[in-house]
């Protein structure tokens, strides 16, 4: 099983800044990682496929990089609505899921 | 548009069984890999099981493998998940999701499941 590590758990940022989430996966994964974003109450929604391709309806805001076992998810001028939880999940392999970075209105 | 609807969730003793069920709609059902995906309390996601596109082929994670029964009907568009010899550690919201190459790609809303006695 490939292990996702997310960090940090919880990143406290200020609306209109910028936020960078890290995600690390046991082996490497190409460049097959995908990034998704839940709010409470809600099911994740996908935002990233291919490290860096943004879903359907995602805005510029959000983009992916890296390849191999390190990725990172950045999202530009914070809004309220993007405070949310956002996990990474590699597809190299059966699925497995990071355990997720909270993102907090500093 | 895309919608799932998964129904059949509820309170079920160890060692009990439930059926859960999810009612696609605004896609062709049988032309999409379909999966179902568990999240537990606090917890991120985890993938349970899912079908082919081809719809002739299942896939399981390792801790349902012979607990768990993923089914589809295409004449009334429904992916079903039969469990079995339910543990305290199967408690979690199920959510189907239409996949492709394990991408999830769209979810449903969920249905909790709580195995405690």
């Known amino acids: 099983e490939i292990v996702m590590t997310q960090s940090p758990a919880t990143l406290s940022v200020s609306p209109g800044e910028r936020a960078t989430l890290s995600c690390r996966a046991s082996?490497?994964?190409?460049?097959?990682l995908a990034w998704y974003q839940q709010k409470p109450g809600q099911a994740p929604r996908l935002l990233i496929y291919?490290?860096?391709t943004r879903a359907t309806g995602i805005p510029a805001k959000f983009s992916g990089s890296g390849s191999g076992t390190e990725f990172t998810l950045t999202i530009s001028s914070l809004q309220s609505e993007d405070f949310a939880v956002y996990y990474c999940q590699q597809y190299n392999n059966w699925p497995t899921f990071g355990q997720g970075t909270k993102l907090e209105i500093k | 548009e895309v919608q799932l609807l998964e129904s059949g969730g509820g309170l079920v003793q160890p060692g009990g069984s439930l059926r859960i069920s999810c009612a696609a709609s605004?896609?062709?059902?049988?032309?999409?890999?379909m999966s179902w995906v568990r999240q537990a309390p606090g917890k991120g996601p985890e993938w349970v099981s899912g079908f082919n596109i081809a719809g002739d082929r299942t896939y399981y994670t390792d801790s349902v493998k012979g607990r768990f029964t993923i089914s589809r009907d295409t004449s009334s568009d429904t992916l079903y998940l039969q469990m079995h010899s339910l543990r305290a550690e199967d408690t979690a919201v199920y959510y189907c999701?239409?996949?492709?190459?394990?991408?999830?790609?769209?979810w449903g809303q969920g249905t909790l499941v709580t195995v405690s006695s």
């Open positions: 999701a239409v996949s492709s190459g394990w991408i999830f790609d769209y």
């Open positions: 605004g896609f062709a059902f049988n032309s999409y890999a």
């Open positions: 082996q490497s994964l190409t460049s097959n």
């Open positions: 291919g490290a860096s």
